[in-house]
């Protein structure tokens, strides 16, 4: 049973950048494929960005993509999403996904792919 808790959410104004970190513990963190989603106000869950267990694959959102960056960190059991030029729309929570894999394409990006998820982390952008 993988546990997830996200941090580096906050307020920050449009064009400014955050970094929001994923910790993960009870697992052995280089057997999952990760994941990051956001949830706005009224809306449902969306994709944001994915990564292979081995960080060797990431994928993103058309609507994020070129400013938005996954990484990982194995040795640390820490998944990374650097969001810079934040525009008012990326205001959401947002929230890390685990999923075991470590298949050449174990990277997911639908919402019923993943098993275990964080609690989330708050993210606004002033305009």
């Known amino acids: 049973q993988v546990q997830l808790v996200e941090s580096g959410g906050g307020l920050v104004q449009a064009g400014g950048s955050l970094r929001l970190s994923c910790a993960a513990s009870g697992g052995t963190f280089s057997d999952y494929a990760m994941g990051w989603f956001r949830q706005a106000p009224g809306k449902e869950r969306q994709f944001v960005a994915a990564?292979?267990?081995?960080?060797?694959?990431?994928d993103y959102a058309a609507s994020v993509k070129g400013r938005f960056t996954i990484s990982r960190d194995n040795a640390k059991n820490t998944v990374y999403l650097q969001m810079n030029s934040l525009k008012p729309e990326d205001t959401a929570v947002y929230a890390c996904?685990?999923?075991?894999?470590?298949?050449?394409?174990?990277?997911?990006?639908?919402?019923?792919?993943?098993?275990?998820w964080g609690q989330g982390t708050q993210v606004t952008v002033s305009s």
């Open positions: 996904a685990a999923r075991r894999g470590r298949g050449s394409f174990s990277y997911y990006v639908g919402v019923y792919d993943y098993n275990y």
């Open positions: 990564i292979r267990w081995d960080g060797g694959v990431t």
